[in-house]
């Protein structure tokens, strides 16, 4: 952080500049986007003020970073899905192609099924075709994925969302926004409060974020960027509440009791 200056990384995928659309105009706001394991593996460095982050990551650094309380991810029916060319159920040693190491897709297989254990890791947006031309047998699909994956002749051989939904009763907490707890209390919750401004803003008017959603939506079509925001977008994502924060105690409960963290 350069004076005033705060640092602010998040994903291309429309939740993500639906939400930051009005405070990334902002001047004292230096704006960086990659893709979501590419966040995490850069907070592990805290290389940003703000960040991205998958759960799976921030329940590894939540001494160093502070969750908002705003910008999450998280809801009902939106969880990865397990996807292959055909509906055979996966042998534990099939190859399984993951969209990172420490995304909340990666932690919710290890949780659904541990014996899974022959996982490549790759960009999400890498994994359809690796799991077409046969590099992996099947593969778990986050983001516009499940928008598209029955157009291009997958199965769903599993939602782990479903899956979480079933076994817990609760909402599936999948991405967050954190904070460097080094920029002190005050300065995170100024940057809180700003931050659900700018979503309650995109909420108020959707119209006023097209055309940035659009730049960084990777050539979407409109209908599934639309089906995404709508997805991933949620009263969650301006409060957590006493039900979400319930939700990532119990991910965090179960990972620790699965020893993935």
Known sequence: MKNNLLTCAYSTCPNDTFIFCQLAKEADIEV???????????????????????????????????????GAALGRGCGPLVIAPNANYLVPSASIAIPGEYTTAHLLLRLWNPELKNRIFMPFDQIMDAVESGKADAGVIIHEGRFVFEERGFQCLADLGEWWEGETGLPIPLGCIAAKKSLGAERIAQFEQRLKQSIQ???????????????????????????????????????????????IDTLNKLAKAAGVI
């Open 201 to 247: 803003t995109a909420f108020d008017d959707p119209a006023s974020t097209t055309d940035y959603v659009k730049v960084h939506a990777q050539e979407l079509e409109d209908k599934v960027t639309r089906k995404h925001i709508e997805t991933y977008v949620n009263d969650f994502t301006l409060d957590l509440g006493p039900e979400g924060r319930t939700a």
């Open 32 to 70: 960086h986007l990659h893709d979501v394991e590419t966040l995490n593996q850069l907070a592990f460095e805290e290389k940003f003020d703000i960040t991205k982050l998958s759960f799976h990551a921030w329940l590894l650094l939540q001494d160093q970073y502070q969750l908002l309380n705003v």
